[in-house]
């Protein structure tokens, strides 16, 4: 929205969603699903490294089929159709898992994919929000090390940085205490489907006008 550049927009993005993502996974960790966390580690986070590498030198443009895939996702409790075809598609979930870790390399958006895992498999609240927090924190440091790795140069200044992070374990700390607690397992499902049908509406949108 800014007009930024793609390496710029992960080294603003980056250290808030990091910082955001540790306070969280503190007091979420127990309820990781460790099966899952295991193929991100051995499948999603190579891709990644691999893909925003490329990125760096090649922008690709894929709002399109994530927005599409993730409205996909948002809608299977509505559509039986779709629900049957998930079930099979998650059959392959190391497949999906690493075509995640492609596409956030490539463009920063697997985390929505990672979001329409968790609600394609039902997840209780607590196990879907820690392994969700937990693949947000890898991500994030896998990325951060690739654009070092890259020879990226730093073009956020540490005042605006710090801000950021600031801001972020601000705005954490009052989600939750304040509003996370009041959420039951239906409320936090029909809030995540909600969250998954507006992004991918953005996305989609977004993919049109450009």
């Known amino acids: 929205m800014l007009g930024m550049s793609f390496s710029a927009t992960l080294q603003l993005l980056l250290p808030v969603s990091l910082t955001i993502s540790l306070f969280q996974l503190k007091g979420c960790h127990a309820h990781v699903d460790r099966s899952i966390l295991r193929e991100i580690i051995v499948f999603c986070l190579p891709a990644i490294g691999i893909a925003l ?46 075509l ?50 890259a020879g990226e140069s730093w073009q956020i200044d540490k005042a605006t940085g710090v801000g950021l992070m600031l801001t972020g374990a601000i705005t954490f700390w009052l989600t939750e205490n304040h509003l996370f607690p009041k959420f039951d397992s239906q409320r936090y499902r029909t809030g995540l489907e909600l969250l998954l049908i507006t992004t991918g509406m953005i996305l989609l949108s977004k993919a049109l006008i450009n």
């Open 100 to 149: 995640m870790g492609l596409v956030h390399g490539a463009s920063n958006l697997g985390g929505s994919m990672l979001t329409a895992l968790a609600f394609g498999k039902r997840l209780d609240r607590n196990i879907s929000r820690a392994t969700i927090v937990a693949g947000y924190t890898l991500f994030a440091i896998i990325q951060i090390a690739v654009l070092s790795l």
């Open 53 to 98: 590498w490329i990125s760096t030198r090649w922008p690709l443009p894929i709002e399109e089929f994530v927005a599409v895939l993730v409205l996909i996702f948002s809608l299977q409790d509505r559509l039986g159709f779709i629900r049957r075809i998930l079930h099979q598609l998650l059959k392959f979930q190391r497949s999906y898992v690493t």
